[in-house]
């Protein structure tokens, strides 16, 4: 989509003139011809880049005032301030206050497409590397082989507009899998604009905005729909919102608009919908239609045992990089017991324990049941049940193993050839067990010669 322009100028001549000649440029342009106006138009939607006069009319710090409020609640947008009057002085101060660059007037054309392209490259930039670190954030959260089917949808519901309904426990990556989608849609470059439903006792503030254009103290409230314009708008814990704000928002969604707090005029935002729920039987039934075009339901760590390997590896190599200092190593029993534990928290529980553990462990050191904190809770019993002692020796020797090799299958998540080589045993009389104890998985495949080769 074409990047939009504000030009906030109290000389009609000029604002007629910059907008001419950026129209012609394939861009689009607001005006405004007072700081008023000015903040009535940021109020509105939020624009991609400001061409700002610092001498408005009737106040000849205006321009300055709008300056300083656009790094406040929009600093992403860059400002370019256009000036009659431009000295050294007024240039470091601009830049003191946040300005891209400076051009005086009279200017020229090819200077202001020149100035104007660098700071919409370098606006794109900083979104693209935020959204950049936002996605690597989260990036453990999908790791390991039972995920899979939830990467797979994700693959092919990102490129569309579809809005999502992400749902599941706490803790289970619902963020991330939403960061995930809007970094592989074709809104990446634009706005991932976050708002919790929880705990905000003027979430409808939030998520509508306000305009106090009658007290310049009291800041500009923008919109969650104004401030994602764009991109992406990402409700977190939907099914908090109470009631009558869960019909508000039905109605719009029903054609992407809204009413202002302080008026009536109808504006539209161009954003995709995702949103996340822990218990989505709060959400209404009119809400629920609305969000839920796809459904997305993450399983709990606990679902995913078998995963547990390869997401403590994960954590290891990502928190000894962020602290600069050499990996650690899990050895298989405390893999073991991380596997048998209870985490009622699911990934983000377990990162957080990962990172305990490397601060609190020497580097290079390889970590032990005895390192694991004592705060988890028990670990499942590995203990003989009574059910099994009171088999005779024959069915109850078979009631072990079958219980035996289920744990280390879980442990080493099917990998036939790295049990065998811990558990001491050929890989075929393994197999033979493992079908004798109903525990059959497939054979691996061995790398085979190539043909014509001697």
């Not at 301030?81 to 601009?94: D, F, P």
């Not at 794109?124 to 453990?140: S, W």
């Not at 809005?163 to 074709?186: D, E, F, N, W, Y």
Request: charged share 25%; proline share 6%.
């Amino acid at each position: 989509m074409p990047f939009e322009i504000l030009v906030i100028d109290d000389e009609q001549d000029i604002r007629l003139q910059l907008c001419g000649v950026l129209e012609d440029a394939g861009y689009v342009t607001r005006t405004a011809a007072t700081a008023e106006e000015g903040r009535n138009a940021l109020g509105e939607r939020q624009p991609d880049l400001i061409l700002l006069d610092l001498w408005l009319s009737p106040g000849r710090d205006d321009g300055m005032t709008i300056l300083n409020l656009t790094q406040k609640i929009a600093p992403d947008i860059p400002v370019i301030v256009i000036s009659g009057h431009a000295t050294i002085e007024t240039a470091v101060s601009a830049a003191k206050a946040g300005a891209f660059d400076v051009i005086e007037k009279p200017f020229q054309t090819s200077r202001l497409f020149l100035v104007v392209q660098r700071a919409l490259e370098l606006s794109q930039l900083r979104r693209e590397n935020r959204a950049l670190r936002d996605y690597q954030e989260f990036d453990g959260d999908l790791v390991g082989a039972q995920i899979n089917p939830i990467k797979k949808t994700i693959s092919k519901v990102a490129p569309s507009e579809s809005r999502v309904l992400i749902s599941g426990a706490i803790g289970t990556g619902k963020q991330h899998v939403a960061r995930m989608i809007h970094r592989l849609s074709p809104r990446r470059s634009h706005p991932f604009v976050v708002l919790n439903c929880r705990g905000d006792d003027d979430i409808e503030r939030a998520l509508y905005g306000r305009s106090d254009l009658e007290n310049p103290g009291v800041p500009l409230i923008t919109s969650a729909f104004e401030q994602a314009h764009g991109g992406t708008l990402f409700l977190q814990n939907v099914d908090a919102l109470s009631p009558p704000i869960q019909a508000k928002l039905t109605n719009t969604l029903q054609d992407m608009s809204y009413t202002r707090l302080e008026g009536t005029r109808r504006l539209h935002a161009d954003v995709r919908i995702l949103a996340t729920s822990t218990d989505p039987a709060n959400l209404s039934q009119n809400l629920h239609n609305r969000l839920a075009v796809v459904t997305m339901t993450l399983p709990s760590l606990s679902e995913r045992r078998s995963d547990i390997p390869a997401l403590c590896e994960h954590f290891i190599a990502r928190i000894t990089a962020q602290l600069d200092t050499p990996k650690r190593c899990l050895d298989p029993q405390a893999i073991l017991q991380l596997q048998s534990m209870d985490w009622p928290g699911n990934i983000r529980q377990l990162e957080n324990t990962i990172r305990g553990l490397v601060i609190a462990s020497e580097p290079g050191q390889t970590l032990t049941v005895d390192d694991l904190p004592s705060y988890q809770g028990p670990a499942r019993s590995w203990e003989i049940p009574a059910e099994i002692l009171a088999q005779p020796l024959r069915p109850a020797r078979t009631a072990f193993e079958r219980q035996y090799f289920t744990a280390q299958l879980t442990l080493y998540a099917g990998n036939i050839t790295k049990l065998a080589a811990h558990i001491q045993m050929e890989r075929a009389a393994l197999y033979r067990k493992l079908k004798f104890l109903g525990l059959a998985v497939g054979k691996e495949k061995r790398p085979g010669r190539a043909m014509g080769s001697s």
